[in-house]
């Protein structure tokens, strides 16, 4: 890949695409400044990103009363509007990768304090050690509630989380066995979730203080011993960096470089960071294959280069969203949203093609993909949409024929927007 390549690639597996003039910006400073600034900002002078909830009062919450509903949508369109200006894309995006890994929902959970209170932890800690954030997650209130993990006590242990933390977040199926789950969610029972104020707290009198094997250790009797012997699990570090390098190079990842980098991650004690940058350098390297973009970042990366903002979409944001299948803080079961081909569903195709046109006529005239398009330009149409080496013939050829609609470049651009030079990444 030449710098120009590069830094699109970057971009759009790790970020939120491009806004209009980034990639000649980024393509003058070189790819490892990018990468430098993509994966440790606080040490490369990158400006520290805004709460994205901070003007959204959930704290205002009241289970007692009810009311809800506003500020969920709420906290949905604040993270929405954060992904399209956010200063640290990476960051944003490593919340979204594990907001799909450690999955909660608002349909479960109800209360926005905590999904919100979730999303904070997994981006404050979503770049550090995994031992960390696993930790984290587990006795994370939104967690409790939608595992059932709140309800789990002396007499009453409840299976979900013992079994979800080991089959879908950390070790994988063929890992771990029966007497694993059970002696797990013995370990974790005691943890509980105020649905008054949405706090969490200990509560010895409900633990089952009884140490039994689990993961082949001995002794294991609470949440931290629990962590423990997950995180030294053989299958672990394999199990994390799969499924994090499937997401940023596709799913025909060698399993040869899988087990290398696992080895490195194991090594520098889960360390998330390094993980990361070695994913990238592959990438760069040329071990990255083709991936259909789901629809949440698809979208905000049509709709940054096009430089239309949320704003400009209103309610037909989210509308849009929910009718391709994929709103943030909604997924629709533990196992998250669908991946690869699973995408390119009837229903999603028409929606991206609405919203593609909606964002397209939104786009402001000055716009370099909008004046492009309107000019036929269709080498610097690509580039302004973060494809600089062009678009496939097929999409060529449908373009050109399209263009001199005297619409202003709104088809064209429209078109481009929902070709498969976008869908797929």
Not at 29 to 52: C, E, S, T, Y
Request: aromatic share 6%; proline share 6%; net charge negative.
């Amino acid at each position: 890949m030449n710098d120009r390549s590069a830094i699109a690639w970057l971009a759009r597996r790790v970020g939120f695409g491009l806004g209009p003039g980034e990639l000649d910006t980024l393509a003058a400073a070189g790819v490892p400044a990018f990468v430098d600034q993509l994966v440790d900002p606080d040490a490369h002078g990158v400006a520290a990103a805004p709460d994205p909830w901070r003007s959204v009062d959930v704290a205002s919450y009241d289970p007692q009363t009810g009311g809800a509903g506003p500020l969920r949508r709420a906290s949905v369109e604040a993270w929405l509007a954060a992904m399209f200006v956010t200063p640290r894309p990476l960051e944003e995006w490593m919340r979204w990768f594990w907001h799909g890994h450690f999955v909660s929902t608002l349909g479960v959970v109800k209360d926005p304090r905590l999904m919100v209170g979730q999303l904070r932890m997994l981006g404050a800690l979503g770049l550090g050690d995994f031992r960390t954030l696993l930790r984290a997650v587990t006795v994370d209130a939104a967690m409790l509630v939608y595992l059932d993990g709140t309800d789990s006590r002396l007499g009453e242990v409840n299976e979900n989380y013992g079994r979800e933390v080991l089959e879908l977040f950390a070790l994988g199926v063929g890992n771990y066995t029966e007497h694993d789950v059970g002696a797990g969610a013995v370990a974790l029972t005691g943890w509980h979730v105020d649905r008054r104020d949405g706090s969490v707290a200990f509560r010895p009198e409900l633990h089952v203080d009884d140490p039994q094997p689990y993961l082949g250790r001995a002794g294991v009797h609470d949440v931290d011993s629990v962590i423990d012997a997950i995180v030294a699990h053989d299958s672990c570090a394999p199990f994390v960096t799969r499924k994090l390098a499937r997401a940023i190079l596709g799913p025909a990842v060698e399993d040869d470089l899988i087990t290398g980098l696992a080895a490195d991650f194991a090594a520098s004690g889960l360390q998330i960071r390094p993980l990361v940058r070695a994913i990238l350098a592959a990438g760069l390297d040329g071990a990255s294959s083709t991936m259909v973009v789901a629809p949440v970042p698809w979208t905000v990366a049509a709709a940054r280069a096009a430089g239309v903002t949320p704003d400009d979409l209103g309610r037909a944001l989210l509308v849009s969203l929910r009718n391709a299948g994929q709103v943030p803080m909604t997924a629709p079961n533990v196992g998250g949203w669908p991946s690869g081909s699973a995408w390119l569903t009837a229903s999603t195709t028409l929606t991206q093609v609405d919203l593609a046109g909606r964002i397209a006529s939104a786009a402001p005239k000055d716009n370099p993909a909008r004046q492009a398009a309107a000019a036929g330009d269709l080498a610097a149409l690509a580039a302004a949409l973060g494809r600089p080496d062009g678009f496939i013939p097929a999409t060529t050829g449908a373009l050109t024929a399209l263009h001199g609609s005297g619409d202003g470049g709104v088809g064209v651009l429209a078109a481009a927007l929902s070709s498969p030079d976008l869908v797929t990444g």
